[in-house]
């Protein structure tokens, strides 16, 4: 069972950054692919970006946030990042962070059913 817990949400002003992180509790993180979405209110939930397991570390990442968003995981720690920058009022949601060791990740990673593991979210709120 693997726990995460995402930090680092809150308050930042349009155009500002933020950084999002997600502990894992598992030793063996890093054989599970990650991937960070977020739930505004009244909408669906949407992915974020995606990074593989691999050690080439394939990411992935909505066009929403091309350009503006990268993930990554922590060199020797069970985290991966989310770095926010010039951020949108459009980015407002609740982020969460997710876990999969699924081998049809590679085709469906921006599935939320492809995950096995969901922390609990944090909070991004943008003000225009």
């Known amino acids: 069972q693997v726990q995460l817990v995402e930090s680092g949400g809150g308050l930042v002003q349009a155009g500002g950054s933020l950084r999002l992180s997600c502990a894992a509790s598992?030793?063996?993180?890093?054989?599970?692919?990650m991937g960070w979405f977020r739930q505004a209110p009244g909408k669906e939930r949407e992915v974020v970006a995606a990074?593989?397991?691999?050690?080439?570390?394939?990411?992935y990442y909505a066009d929403s946030v091309k350009g503006r968003f990268t993930i990554s995981r922590g060199n020797g720690k069970n985290t991966v990042y989310l770095q926010m920058n010039n951020v949108k009022a459009d980015d407002t949601a609740v982020y969460y962070c997710a876990a999969s060791d699924r081998v049809s990740w590679i085709g469906t990673y921006y599935r939320g059913d492809e995950y096995n593991y969901w922390g609990q979210g944090t909070q991004v709120t943008v003000s225009s």
């Open positions: 598992e030793r063996t993180f890093s054989s599970y692919h």
């Open positions: 990074v593989s397991r691999w050690s080439a570390g394939t990411t």
